[in-house]
């Protein structure tokens, strides 16, 4: 989301009020007090609640077509956001980093790296294909927003969805990582208050585990009440069973 991707030239594209719409909805207003006043002075009391009533929905209706414009105003935004995919080189070293955490975790030697990587491309692509299926989205992976990275990202109308793929062995996660995921979605949220954006951003934490029901509640637990009780944006995390998912996806 770099100030050089932003099309100047689509800045000077704005919406114009409808001045005429304006102009109606100004005169109807006037009207319909006039049609309080009238009928509270002759004494038509049922005549009076009649008009107010008209006036408040008149109100209700102008407030609806202000929030619908600047929820559509919102969704333009979008096209003011360079979204570029991450280099190869940078996906590279996000996974090697969670992989050799991994192997750390469960005693793995440097002779199945090879092997617990391909196990965590894997997961991170099935997670990936779930939440698409759950969602019924566009999903984009491996995204950066204004040199953000992150696993993937869904777009829905004005809201943004950052996605980030944790796999987990034990039913505790990393502060660090967590820390991480919270800078990013931070700096992304950022960006676009800088881009005087209307679009909106939450963090999708995926967390594909090979655990217990009973460990999956537990981790559930921490997270919520421990790690994303203060954080920029909303959070929703969801647990996925690896199991679970190669059965879906993968056998037969």
């Known amino acids: 989301m770099e100030k050089g991707s932003v099309n100047p030239l ?51 209706a102008v407030l609806l077509d202000m929030a619908q414009a600047r929820r559509l105003s919102a969704v333009d935004d979008r096209k003011f956001i360079k979204w570029d995919a991450a280099i190869p080189e940078v996906q590279r070293q996000n996974i090697n980093v969670e992989v050799r955490e991994l192997a750390k975790l469960l005693g793995v030697g440097d002779e199945g790296l090879t092997d617990l990587l391909s196990a965590y491309i894997v997961a991170e692509d099935l997670a990936l294909r779930q939440i698409q299926q759950e969602e019924n989205l566009p999903l984009m992976r491996h995204v950066s927003i204004g040199r953000v990275p992150f696993d993937g990202i869904l777009v829905d109308q004005d809201m943004i969805t ?16 967590i820390e991480a995921m919270l800078k990013k979605v931070h700096q992304a949220k950022k960006n676009l208050t800088e881009l005087k954006s209307r679009l909106h951003l939450r963090l999708m934490l995926v967390v594909v585990t090979q655990l217990s029901s009973a460990e999956q509640e537990q981790l559930r637990g921490v997270l ?10 909303d959070v929703d995390i969801r647990l996925l069973d690896f199991e679970l998912l190669q059965k879906v996806y993968v056998s037969e």
């Open 10 to 60: 689509s800045r000077l594209d704005q919406h114009r009020p409808n001045y005429p719409l304006v102009i109606v909805r100004i005169v109807l207003v006037v009207l319909l007090i006039g049609g309080v006043v009238t009928s509270v002075r002759s004494g038509n009391s049922l005549g009076a609640l009649l008009f107010v009533g008209a006036a408040c929905l008149v109100v209700v």
């Open 162 to 177: 950052c996605i980030e793929i944790a796999f987990l062995v034990t039913p505790d996660i990393r502060q660090e990582r």
């Open 224 to 233: 919520v009440t421990r790690r994303f009780s203060d954080t920029p944006v």
